[in-house]
């Protein structure tokens, strides 16, 4: 089946079986390997992306199911040299270690700041609750997105 | 995943005609909980139908009802300020599932039509009577931590892991359903079936057949209600227990009282015996131990979930001291 999607302002076309998750179809297909294969089951939250502006797990949805969406990932955060707010927020904190969830955690990042549930460390917890980390930088991503929160509303 | 079709459906009529006309055909609206359970194995299809396009995610406040679009998201329901206002035991038992991704992606039907996190069920080389029926249950003699001390039998003894189904089984929701026979209603207290023999058998709905919407009553009592889920994690887990309780009292007096359980039953599980203990006689801690000892009455426990008895009768002490301003 063919499926058109906007991914990272870019108009894009891929062939592909329906079972081909979204995941797949953007770090096989599209080369976009920014995006982590975690657990492949929605558990861990590293392949979180967006898709229409809301953050989703692309593993639990299929690529042919998402037809017409504009999806950003990780590498359309940035505007050239110019990173995105939580990106410096998170280099800033030293809020990753091995750095395999740390793409997920961004985009989730990003998400819950412009959800409006970063208002406290103890609703960052909650919001961010999706992403694992094993390396457990939690603390300071918790640091980093409350920095991007304050960040993003000035 | 075994490769599959998919279609995406324009009307719901149409869906339905697809899903009579094309073997091993199931519907697709979020997909959070299908994806595994085809990875897993613990389903096979042929044919997916996408119900995303049908008009049925909008979520209308009629007189006396609130119409829930089988298609709305697990979030936008939580978020919709009639849903918490008048029905908050809906807006925290749906905040407390999954997580924020899911949430964005996961429908109302969907999630009711979740199926159960039993390690054997999801594993396509234990037996199981739900996945396959005859082949035998090792939970109940296994590993059982997750299972049901209510409404069990001999060949099944698997919980219902939505916490929406059972703010709804506690709100006396109602699900409407669009199949080839056409339109009907099933009462929420007989859409999920026990497993008795036939645990393949989960619910009341027939081949074809779409959830099309979820109705509320809207009730003053709906108001004064909450969600407890215990868990073995503060957030991003299945819960053990849960109650959904809804509470009104008059002088320390219950008026009227809700009381749906999960983790504890083979369903979301209502008691009307512990209600009716509980309605008309002043709300204290002994009062509600009573109908907790009601609760329990029939229940039957494992070597791995025994402790829930004790668990969901504190459990039920918590929430009413707190909807009845005991604590």
């Keep these: 089946m063919e499926v ?14 329906p079972r081909v998750t979204l995941l797949d179809a953007l770090r096989e297909r599209l080369g976009l390997t920014g995006t982590k294969k975690g657990c492949d089951r929605g558990e861990c939250g590293a392949c979180t992306v967006l898709v229409d502006g809301e953050r989703v797990k692309s593993c639990l949805t299929l690529a042919v199911m998402r037809q017409g969406a504009e999806i950003t990932t990780v590498e359309g955060l940035a505007r050239g040299d110019e990173l995105h707010p939580v990106q410096e927020a998170f280099i800033k904190h030293d809020a990753f270690q091995c750095g395999a969830c740390t793409p997920g955690q961004i985009m989730s990042a990003v998400a819950c700041i412009d959800e409006g549930h970063a208002g406290s460390e103890a609703e960052i917890r909650e919001w961010m609750s999706g992403n694992l980390c094993r390396c457990a930088a939690y603390q300071n991503i918790v640091a980093a997105v409350a920095d991007a929160a304050k960040e993003v509303r000035r | ?3 599959f079709g998919y279609t995406v459906a324009r009307d719901p009529a149409g869906a339905v005609r697809t899903a009579t006309n094309t073997p091993n055909a199931t519907y697709v609206a979020g997909g959070t909980d299908l994806l595994n359970l085809m990875r897993d194995g613990a389903e096979a299809h042929d044919h997916l ?7 049925l995610a909008s979520i209308t406040a009629c007189s006396g009802t609130l119409r829930i679009g089988a298609a709305a998201r697990m979030r936008q ?3 919709h300020a009639g849903v918490r206002e008048e029905f908050p035991v809906l807006s925290e038992a749906l905040l407390a599932s999954a997580s924020p991704q899911v949430r964005n992606m996961a429908s109302i039907g969907g999630n009711l039509l979740q199926r159960t996190r039993c390690g054997y069920f999801r594993d396509a080389g234990s037996a199981c009577n739900k996945r396959v029926p005859g082949s035998g249950c090792p939970a109940i003699t296994g590993q059982n931590r997750s299972h049901a001390v209510l409404g069990g039998s001999d060949h099944c003894i698997a919980t219902h892991p939505s916490d929406l189904a059972v703010a709804l089984t506690a709100l006396e929701a109602t699900v409407h359903l669009l199949g080839p026979g056409g339109e009907r209603a099933v009462p929420i207290a007989d859409f999920y079936l026990l497993p008795g023999s036939t645990p393949d058998q989960e619910t009341a709905m027939r081949p074809g057949e779409l959830i099309t919407r979820v109705d509320v009553p809207r009730t003053d009592l709906a108001g004064r209600s909450r969600y407890l889920k215990l868990r073995d994690r503060a957030t991003f887990e299945f819960a053990v227990v849960s109650v959904a309780a809804a509470l009104r009292t008059r002088g320390g007096v219950v008026r009227d009282v809700r009381l749906a359980f999960g983790g504890v039953g083979t369903r979301p599980w209502r008691d009307t015996r512990a209600e009716a203990a509980l309605r008309g006689r002043p ?3 002994q009062a509600i131990q009573e109908a907790g000892r009601l609760l329990v009455a029939d229940a039957k426990p494992y070597e791995g979930n025994a402790f829930k008895v004790e668990l969901v009768q504190r459990a039920l ?11």
């Excluded at chain 2, 139908?49 to 008009?55: A, E, H, P, Q, T």
């Excluded at chain 2, 002490?317 to 604590?327: K, M, P, W």
Aim: hydrophobic letters at 45%; proline letters at 2%.
């Design chain 1, 4 to 17: 058109e999607m906007t991914v990272n302002g870019r108009a894009r076309t891929v062939v592909l079986e």
């Design chain 2, 1 to 3: 995943m075994r490769a």
């Design chain 2, 49 to 55: 139908i996408d119900v995303n396009r049908l008009n």
């Design chain 2, 77 to 79: 329901v939580a978020e």
């Design chain 2, 283 to 285: 709300l204290t801690p």
């Design chain 2, 317 to 327: 002490v918590s929430i009413l001291g707190e909807l009845g301003g005991l604590r």
